[in-house]
């Protein structure tokens, strides 16, 4: 964490073409395949951002006729989809594909310093395999799921975040608040009293669902999914490990908020989507490891 | 233990955290059923083959566990105490599409195969807490399982307790391969009617003799008896020759010889409804096009899985809209999803392989209201909606795609037979692996490559079984269920196959599954040659016809050149995708058809495609007279426009639409609602492309199937015009719309038990014309389209025919998607303009419905629903299209900010969707527009005159505006007001004064709450 913040601190003071150099260092792996769908504006993202990102499918990781390996990659993105199916919960088959078969690798990127983001399928995923909320450097065991939305069935719907600015998330620096839409089934983090203490405890609960007053809040449909103390997204103690159920990678242009027909009327859509704040942060974030 | 036996493990939610699915089964029993249901709560129950030994048992039980949130147990999960225990499965054979995935992980936690007996069975198990038995099986027949696809095993708590646990599966029974059959057709003509009938083969006398004396022909030749075949049809080659002239692929009625006429008028003939009215618009339109562009931007029509136009140097576009009705009809979800996931595979079957975009979806349904009989048969209307909602979300959803437009409609007659429309966008790049994309033909000794799933007896006989009307004796196995996964999957290997042109051509495996594919990519090298015992089954015990034509979902044929087999097998095999080469084309001029080495069906390609007898069809227009309102007006006419937005063809739908994703890609614009709140269906949708590129596309529909009852010509006229007033609405191009037609009729074939066949006929030719001259007019058009003709059920004895049904859906292009425009005023101050002429043309309006209702009319069964009228809403071509293009020049300015369509429920319905979507308030004077102030308020309020838009403006823009717009019925009604309230005045005189909240409180009502 303090080695990270001084690298972006150092980062940050760069000029902006050697910034972009750093940037387009930054190779990014977009896991797919199996149903898994959002590769696309996952690599848009990326790309927007400067980065590298490189799509590779699952199974050629595991058999290892990929280009490259998982080791290789600064960093890795676990993206939004119906892996098989969402079959045995969401995440679950997925999930299971990679702890027998690519643990270990995992493991040691994460132990190396890799950074990552779960979006929606991808946070189920990384807290189905213990990833997140990753306590103690253990990234075996999962404490925590994401259960049904009290609601059942899967829903499509816009929903307000604010961020914890106390948080360790590196992929969250300098954010406070973002529409983002969310689009799940199973979004309500559940986690013991004593997991979710330990999480307000260290900041690790870096998203909540906001309610028109902008405090968070329980109720439907502010709050899609149930989840208790309206968490939207976790990080893993170093801040390198972010999870979120809402899509970032929905909202890359201003064109893609619901709203954005009236803001352009009245001059307010501004020139970017949202969303893409997060890949730069971590893409920066990464780029300033590099350097 | 024995590698046939089961281990059973039971997965459930921990008993002190709630189980979402159990209380969602819960709400429904009390609110569907009205079982005063205490509690409900589910497991997942898995049945495993493949002799697991006990280690490996115990482990994939901790494996298929999560520690947070569920508890398990192998045999049965002792604890709780419950009611009744309603176990519900799937039958032998049908896709488990859980079961599959589940055999992944259980293969990936165990470290091996499970062999070739080892599968993953799985069902539900739902624990009912203050039910009687009765009302048990009430819950599981109306409401948990469809005995068509599912069984039900039900046990009260004492039951379930003293027995075993049921380690049973549902395994189809091993038999051998049935033989093949020669048919005989030496019979009377009785006799042959009985055999096409009884065999499910839909071919008509006529046929069934030309198939006789084909084979009697054949008989002397030489292949034939080398083959050892003799003068009489095996049932491998009956069954091809079935499928292939079925109503369904080969559209007998559109290209039937029609006389026509009008009333006692002297009869005309057509020769094919299709080439005179359908291509012949597109050839129309193509002509203007070439005369004043040099060129034409239609890149294929008519003859491939899906329509292809121009978008730019680097892509076309794809499109296709399918029905699937009948399948929907007896299984609601599985019908549904095969409804989307099929016409999925036709813009992937296009050319060589389209990605796909977006999906638009739409319903007519009865309504899930209904509290009348119901014929006996037949599933409620609430039912049928909610599974074909719950298929068409689970299909896309799980495919990654968004979807763009959704609609529903409901009228009772929609009770025999809903109608499920679902279609596909695809964009397919202009060039792949160096070669031209639109352009595909298998060559002479390219190997047939099936891809994708396996075949199993589901879906056999889908083709001819909706070319007949509905009744109790339908198949069980015409319900194909999809595994959208598993097309997923195939899908991405073969864009990856695709680009490394592993392929030379592909088709989808749809209706008559390999005899259609094969035989439609045999056509070009001139035959075939196919093995059908290398086909990759999912049981044994299917006879060689059923393998051919089984319609077994999420599979693709290909043709691949001999260099390319071992490749593409290989990548195949990386990515788990089952690929299995069955046989070759050739150039003989033979479907030649082998099971284990002999011959067992020997088709020349001339007789299979062109040899079906042409039909000759008569038809006869008398223009119907309908009741007018007998009772004066509703005195309110505010309260009147609540209750109009409410009504069911017009009030929100979100409650189900929002379980649909609207944006994965990445690539939606203008998204399915709009507003402040993004809660009012937006009038059409935006599309890019793809990332890095500001073109888009723009999707809209019509549908009006109230107007038939009139007239058809006015109602396809009028679903023409509103697709293009909708494209023009988002920012659309004018001169780059492309229409596809979905036509749903009630057989229009008259016989004994269809007395007014000829009518319905004659309703086709007018809704063709129809058709045919607003979309020259408009320079739209048609890319592609399908027609199901036979849209009649007799469930129960009772005949009950749909409407006569057009979709005709829109694809347009919008340059640069920044100005895109949506439906919902912007500030306060803009100023409102009402474009277009409002004529009395009430009749087949939704005010005449309800006004039928206010006065307590019920429409008899098969009936349309009173009040029906006669002024049906007439298309002012002369005048319409100026008006379009001069708005399309004004919102290319920039000066303006909204646009609304009013369709059906009129001005007043249209002005309200504005009001909703801003939230805001309109203040707006009807006398300003002269022919506003001459007709009746109610009328003028509600008439559905078409032609016409609503356009808001800010301030600053509106001498511009008016300039850009004059001569074209501008009227400028009034303004924005930021106080919510729609307040319609005729000068000083308030007509309508209500507030916003009230009118959105009625619109989300409806439907709300049946989710």
Not at chain 2, 938 to 943: G, K, P, Q, T, Y
Request: net charge negative; with cysteine; charged share 25%.
């Amino acid at each position: 964490m303090t080695r990270h913040a001084e690298r972006l601190r150092q980062f940050d003071a760069l000029p902006t073409p050697e910034k972009d150099r750093l940037r387009r260092e930054v190779r990014v792996l977009v896991l797919t395949g199996l149903g898994l769908n959002c590769e696309a504006e996952t690599e848009a993202a990326f790309r927007l951002c400067g980065a590298r990102p490189e799509r590779v499918h699952l199974l050629d990781l595991l058999e290892g006729t990929a280009r490259r390996r998982l080791g290789d990659y600064p960093v890795l993105a676990f993206i939004g989809g119906f892996a098989f199916g969402d079959h045995l919960g969401a995440g679950f088959v997925f999930a299971n594909k990679i702890r027998y078969r690519l643990y270990d690798q995992l493991v040691e990127f994460i132990e190396r310093g890799g950074l990552s983001l779960g979006v929606c399928n991808g946070f189920q995923t990384m807290t189905r395999l213990g990833l997140l909320p990753g306590l103690d450097g253990d990234y075996r065991t999962p404490l925590a799921t994401l259960a049904p939305n009290d609601r059942p069935g899967y829903r499509d719907a816009w929903v307000s975040l604010g961020f914890d600015a106390a948080s360790p998330c590196l992929w969250t620096r300098g954010l406070s608040q973002m529409d983002l839409p969310a689009r799940h089934g199973e979004g309500k983090f559940l986690a013991s009293e004593v997991t979710l203490g330990r999480l307000r405890e260290q900041h690790q609960i870096v998203a909540r669902y906001l309610g028109a007053d902008g405090a968070p809040t329980q109720a439907w449909p502010a709050n899609p999914n149930g989840s208790p103390d309206a968490i939207a997204g976790i990080c893993d103690p170093s801040g390198r490990l972010f999870g979120l159920m809402p899509h970032p990678d929905a909202f890359l242009y201003p064109f893609h908020h619901p709203d954005w027909a009236r803001r352009r009327a009245l001059g307010t859509a501004g020139t970017q989507g949202d969303g893409l704040a997060i890949f730069q942060n971590g893409v920066d974030a990464a780029a300033a490891a590099l350097g | 233990m024995s590698p046939t036996s089961a281990v059973r493990i039971e997965v459930a939610v921990r008993p002190e955290l709630p189980d979402a699915r159990g209380a969602g089964v819960e709400r429904t029993i009390q609110s569907f059923l009205g079982i005063g249901v205490r509690r409900v709560r589910t497991r997942d129950v898995y049945r495993i083959t493949g002799g697991l030994d006990p280690r490996e048992a115990e482990k994939l039980r901790a494996e298929l566990t999560d520690p947070v949130l569920q508890v398990s147990a192998l045999g049965k999960l002792e604890g709780e105490r419950f009611d009744f225990a309603i176990g519900v499965g799937f039958k032998p054979g049908v896709t488990d599409p859980v079961g599959k995935s589940a055999k992944v992980a259980v293969e990936d936690t165990l470290g091996r195969k499970l062999g070739a007996t080892g599968a993953v069975y799985t069902s539900t198990l739902y624990l009912l807490d203050g039910v009687d038995r009765a009302q048990a099986e009430r819950v599981a027949l109306e409401l948990l399982a469809n005995p068509v696809i599912q069984t039900t095993h039900l046990q009260s708590f004492e039951e379930w307790r003293a027995q075993p646990p049921d380690l049973s599966v549902p395994v189809v029974p091993g038999h051998d391969t049935p033989a093949v059959a020669r048919v005989d057709l030496s019979g009377s003509d009785a006799e042959l009617e009985r055999l096409s009938k009884q065999k499910l083969l839909a071919l008509t006398l006529g046929e069934m003799k030309a198939i006789r004396d084909h084979f009697r022909a054949q008989a002397a030749g030489e292949l034939r008896r080398a083959a050892g075949l003799g003068s009489e049809p095996t049932d491998v080659e009956l069954e091809c020759l079935a499928q292939t002239w079925s109503e369904h692929c080969k559209h007998k009625i559109f290209n039937a010889t029609v006389r026509y006429r009008e009333g006692d008028g002297e009869p005309e003939v057509i020769d094919s409804v299709f080439k005179a009215y359908v291509r012949g618009t597109t050839e129309a339109v193509e002509r203007a096009v070439v005369a004043r562009e040099g060129k034409s931007w239609l890149v294929s029509v008519f003859h491939d899985n899906a329509g292809v136009v121009e978008h730019d140097d680097q892509h076309h576009l794809v499109y296709k809209v399918e029905t699937h009705n009948s399948p929907s009809a007896l299984d609601p979800y599985g019908g549904a999803m095969t409804g989307i996931v099929g016409v999925n595979r036709d813009p992937f079957g296009t050319g060589l392989g389209a990605e796909l975009s977006s999906n638009v979806w739409g319903y007519c349904f009865a309504s899930p209201f209904h509290s009348g009989p119901l014929p006996k048969g037949l599933l409620h209307p609430r039912r049928i909606r909610d599974g074909v909602h719950q298929g068409v979300i689970d299909g896309g959803n799980q495919s990654g795609i968004p979807y763009g437009r959704g609609w529903e409609i409901f009228d009772h007659r929609f009770l025999g037979k809903p109608l499920v429309f679902c279609g596909t966008v695809g964009v397919l790049p202009v060039t792949v692996a160096g070669r031209p994309s639109h352009e595909k033909a298998a060559l002479p000794g390219d190997a047939i490559v099936m891809v994708g799933g396996r075949i199993g007896a589901d879906g056999i006989h889908g083709a001819t079984f909706s070319s007949a009307a509905l009744d109790e004796s339908a198949p069980i196995q015409a319900v194909q269920i999809g595994d959208p996964i598993t097309q997923k999957r195939m899908f991405d290997f073969l864009v990856e196959a695709r680009d490394l042109g592993l392929y030379r051509a592909i088709t989808d495996n749809g209706a008559g599954g390999l005899s259609s594919s094969v035989g439609e990519m045999a056509e070009k090298p001139g035959g075939a040659r196919l093995e059908l015992e290398k086909a990759p089954l999912k049981y044994a015990g299917l006879a060689p016809w059923e393998i051919l034509l089984s319609e077994a979902q999420e599979r693709m044929t290909l043709a691949v050149a001999p260099e390319h087999v071992a490749p593409l097998l290989a990548l195949a095999a990386r990515r788990e995708v089952d690929a299995t080469a069955i046989g070759a084309f050739t150039s003989d001029g033979y479907l030649h058809v082998t099971h284990r080495g002999k011959t067992v069906g020997l088709l020349e390609m001339a007789f299979l495609h062109e040899g079906d007898p042409d039909l000759d069809l008569t038809a006869r227009w008398v223009p119907p007279r309908f009741d007018e309102p007998r009772t004066p007006p509703p005195a309110d006419l505010g309260q009147t426009l609540v209750a109009m937005v409410g009504r069911l063809d017009l009030c929100s739908n979100e409650a189900k639409a929002r379980h649909y994703d609207h944006e994965v890609k990445g690539l939606t614009v203008i998204k399915p609602f709009v507003g402040v709140r993004s809660d009012v269906p937006a009038e059409a949708s935006v599309f890019l492309v793809r990332h890095g590129s500001l073109s888009g596309y723009v999707l809209s529909e019509g549908v009006n199937p109230f107007y038939s009852d009139i007239d058809c010509f006015a109602m396809a006229q009028a679903v023409v015009d509103e697709a293009v007033r909708r494209q023009l609405a988002a920012g659309a191009r004018l001169d780059r719309i492309a229409l596809l037609d979905n036509f749903c009729w009630p057989d229009p074939v008259a016989g004994p038990d269809n007395p007014d066949g000829e009518y319905k006929m004659a309703q086709l030719v007018r809704a063709c014309r129809g058709l045919y001259e607003a979309a020259v007019a408009y320079g739209a058009p048609l890319i592609s389209g399908k027609d199901s003709m036979k849209n009649d059920s007799r469930m129960g004895g009772v005949k009950i025919s749909v409407p006569p049904t057009l979709l005709l859906s829109a694809i347009g292009r919008i340059d640069d998607v920044n100005g895109a425009v949506t439906l919902e005023p912007k500030a306060a101050g803009d100023v409102v303009y009402l474009l277009g002429e409002t004529r009395d043309e009430t009749g087949g309006s939704e005010y005449f419905r309800l006004r039928g209702e206010r006065d307590g009319l019920v429409a008899e069964l098969g009936q349309p629903a009173p009040y029906v009228g006669n002024k049906v809403p007439e298309l002012d071509l002369a005048t319409t299209l100026p008006r379009y293009r001069a708005l399309e020049s004004a919102i290319r300015a920039g000066w303006v900010r909204s646009v609304a369509v009013p369709a059906k429920g009129g001005l007043g319905v249209a002005l309200s969707r504005m009001a909703m979507a801003a939230r805001l308030g309109l203040d707006l004077d009807l006398n300003a527009a002269a022919d506003l102030a001459r007709l009746e308020p109610d009328v003028a309020l509600f008439s559905e005159s078409l032609g016409r838009l609503v356009v808001t403006v800010a301030a600053r823009d509106t001498a511009s505006f008016e300039a850009c717009v004059a001569g074209t019925a501008c009227h400028r009604l009034g303004s924005v007001v930021s106080a919510p309230t729609l307040t319609l005045r005729r000068g000083s005189a308030a007509l309508v004064s209500v507030a916003v909240d009230a009118l959105v409180t009625s619109f989300q009502a409806t439907l709300g709450g049946a989710s």
